[in-house]
């Protein structure tokens, strides 16, 4: 029997663990990796139970109006529309931030860039994040760290009300400057300027890669925040022949990368005068992040 089935067999009544187990089995058929995950989120959301609320009582009953909404929730993740589009939001490195279908959702893995990026800034450096998107990873080292002056691009106006959506809701956590957002091409919008360090996490999937992607992702993240051109190393390329005249002497830049990319973006960083590069892991054991210094010899 399926899901649905099991449904329109049950009257009124419905517990909320019967309907999280209804949801976790649509979602299972639909071919969903996280099933039982998403469905209990979805389940909380429009409950507004918690996950210790919903283990203190599960047979509490869900009235029919909030199991229609459910069933039009657990529709829409049947259909592989992420999580977190659905939700409106993800949550990256202990935050929530807004998120809709003109931002790529920010990942677990780029939690790793943010974390060896935090390792290195100091009080007062200036960050440039390229690429910014949702703005995920210069505001959380906003909120983390008191930065200067510091700047996220991303050549899609939308994208950018999205990030400047999150700077508001994050006003109250961010410690020094309130970062500044602008739109063009990568570091173009910061003509210039020089800054301490800076971050990016570029499309970099091989082009011809993409239509192989889950669902979720092919369908739902921008394309043009994922797609890294024929090799997938195009934004390196030029990130790293333009990041030179954006940093200080010594300043700093790390970039998110792809599991196998770690060596060819090792020496498109030592042709454009990187030294002391370091390559680390996600927490998979991929290699994901690289960073290098500008021009010390
Ligand atoms: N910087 C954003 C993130 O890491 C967006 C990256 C992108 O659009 N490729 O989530």
């Not at 009124?12 to 058929?29: E, I, N, P, S, Y």
Request: proline share 5%.
């Amino acid at each position: 029997m399926t899901g649905e089935n099991i449904l329109r067999k049950m009257t009124g009544d419905m517990h909320v663990r019967q309907l999280a187990a209804l949801g976790k089995a649509r979602l299972q058929a639909a071919g969903v990796e996280c099933a039982d995950y998403d469905a209990k989120q979805l389940l909380f959301s429009c409950t507004g139970l918690t996950e210790a609320s919903y283990l203190a009582d599960p047979d509490r009953s869900v009235p029919q109006e909030v199991q229609k909404r459910y069933r039009q929730l657990i529709s829409l993740r049947e259909q592989r529309i992420p999580l977190q589009l659905i939700l409106g939001s993800a949550w990256f490195y202990g935050r929530e931030f807004f998120v809709n279908g003109d931002v790529l959702i920010p990942r677990p893995d780029t939690e790793i860039l943010v974390e060896e990026a935090m390792k290195e800034i100091q009080p007062g450096d200036s960050v440039l994040d390229v690429c910014t998107g949702s703005g995920c990873i210069l505001l959380t080292i906003a909120c983390e760290q008191k930065l200067g002056e510091s700047l996220g691009t991303d050549i899609s106006a939308k994208a950018l009300a999205v990030a400047q959506e999150n700077r508001k809701r994050l006003s109250e956590e961010i410690r020094g400057c309130v970062p500044a957002f602008a739109q063009g091409d990568l570091l173009e919008p910061a003509a210039g300027r020089k800054f301490d360090v800076i971050v990016s996490n570029p499309p970099y999937i091989p082009a011809g890669v993409i239509p192989q992607l889950a669902p979720e992702v092919k369908d739902h993240d921008p394309l043009q925040a994922l797609d890294g051109g024929e090799d997938g190393l195009v934004f390196y390329r030029r990130i790293a022949a333009g990041a030179g005249e954006f940093l200080k002497p010594d300043g700093l830049l790390f970039l998110e990368i792809g599991y196998d990319q770690a060596q060819a973006v090792s020496q498109i960083l030592r042709n454009a005068c990187f030294t002391d590069i370091t390559v680390t892991r996600d927490y998979g054991g991929n290699d994901r992040v690289i960073r290098g210094v500008y021009g010390r010899s």
